[in-house]
C-alpha cells in the first residue's frame, strides 16, 4: 500500500486518539483559553511522510512516537518554507544490528561498484528525461553510462550533469543547478527533500543507517547513504518540477500549489526490476537490494530505468 504525503501549510494541532493523526484547526476565541475544532482524523499506519510547513503547527509527543513507530519521515521547513530538517525512527528492523555489521563492514571495492552501477542509471535516466521532456536525440550520454568506471574515477557524472541541465534550459542560458541558485532551483530542492524523505524512509525500513554512504561522505550530513541511493531518482524529479513549470509563473517563486504538486512524487510510476512500480515501492526494493549486496547475497542494486 502506498503511504500517504501529507503537507501542513496553515497552523494546526496534531495530536493522537486510537492510534489516528488527530487534525485540529485553531479557533478565533474571545475566551481565555484558546479552542480548536477537529478537521479530520488518519490512521497513523497510513502515513509515510509529513511536511511541517508553518510556524504554528503544533505536534505532540505522543503523536510524534507514533509516527516514528510506524517509520514515518517528518519533514520540518524553516522561514523561507523550504525543508530544513528531516526525523526518522532509530529503529525499524528486528535484525538492525545484524544489518548495520554487514553495511559498516562493506569493502570499499564493492562500494566503488555500487557507486558505478548507481551513476550508470542516473545518467541513463537524465539521458530518457532529455529526450522525451525535451525531443533531443543523447547517444553520447548513453555512451558515458556506458563507459563509467568502479568509482566513477573519471566523473562521468559531472560530465553528463553539465549537458544535462544545459540541455533542459537552453531557453535560460543564465541558469545554473545550485542549491542556492535562482529560481527555479528552489522548486528542485523542495522536491529533492521530499525524494531524501522517501529513500531514507526506506533505508531505515530496509535496517541500513542513512548516515554511512557508498560515495557521499560529510562528517555534517546524517544522510549520506540516502544521498547516494536517491541519485537515480533525481530525474523523475526533474521531469516533474519542468511540468510544473509549463504551468506556474517564475514571478511568484515557490507556491503553495507547486509544493502540493510535489507531493505526487511517492506515486510517481517508475519502472524497476521489468515492472511498473509507485516511486515510494521503489525506493523500498531498491534499499532492500542494497542490504542484499552488503551480505554478499547481490552484487547489483535494483534500480528503476525510464523508458527510452
Not at 479552542?35 to 497513523?44: L, Y
Not at 547517444?139 to 553510462?145: D, E, G, K, L, S
Not at 556506458?146 to 544535462?164: L, P
Request: hydrophobic share 35%.
Amino acid at each position: 500500500m502506498i503511504k500517504k504525503t501529507l503537507y501542513f501549510g496553515n497552523p494546526a494541532y496534531l495530536s493522537t486518539k486510537d492510534r489516528q493523526l488527530v487534525i485540529k484547526k485553531p479557533c478565533e476565541s474571545e475566551a481565555s483559553e484558546p479552542k480548536s475544532e477537529v478537521v479530520r482524523s488518519i490512521p497513523i499506519e497510513d502515513i509515510g511522510v509529513i511536511v511541517l510547513d508553518n510556524p504554528r503547527v503544533t505536534i505532540t509527543q505522543r503523536l510524534m512516537g507514533l509516527l516514528m513507530e510506524n517509520n514515518c519521515a517528518l519533514v520540518c521547513c524553516d522561514e523561507s518554507h523550504l525543508p530544513s530538517g528531516l526525523f526518522l525512527p532509530l529503529a525499524c528492523n528486528t535484525v538492525q544490528h545484524e544489518r548495520f555489521v554487514d553495511q559498516v563492514g562493506a569493502s570499499l571495492p564493492l562500494k566503488k561498484q555500487l557507486w558505478a552501477q548507481t551513476i550508470q542509471a542516473k545518467i541513463h535516466n537524465q539521458a530518457c528525461v532529455l529526450e522525451q521532456y525535451k525531443g533531443k536525440q543523447t547517444p553520447n550520454m548513453y555512451a558515458w553510462a556506458d563507459q563509467v568506471k568502479s568509482g566513477d574515477t573519471d566523473n562521468k557524472e559531472a560530465q553528463a550533469a553539465a549537458y544535462y541541465w544545459k540541455g533542459l534550459f537552453e531557453e535560460k542560458p543564465y541558469f545554473f543547478r545550485d542549491q542556492f541558485g535562482p529560481y527555479p532551483n528552489c522548486v528542485f530542492n523542495y522536491g529533492y527533500s521530499i525524494l531524501r524523505a522517501i529513500v531514507a524512509r526506506a533505508l531505515v525500513s530496509s535496517g541500513l543507517l542513512p548516515t554511512f554512504g557508498i560515495h557521499h561522505h560529510n562528517r555534517y550530513n546524517a544522510y549520506c547513504l540516502a544521498d547516494d541511493i536517491m541519485e537515480p531518482y533525481r530525474p523523475y524529479v526533474d521531469e516533474l518540477v519542468l511540468s510544473i513549470m509549463d504551468w506556474s509563473d517564475e514571478e511568484q517563486g515557490i507556491t503553495k500549489e507547486q509544493k502540493i504538486e510535489l507531493l505526487k512524487i511517492p506515486t510517481i510510476d517508475v519502472s524497476i526490476n521489468g515492472k511498473k512500480s509507485p516511486l515510494e515501492v521503489a525506493a523500498s526494493i531498491t534499499t532492500a537490494s542494497l542490504y542484499r549486496c552488503y551480505s554478499g547475497e547481490s552484487r547489483r542494486i535494483s534500480y528503476p530505468y525510464k523508458d527510452r
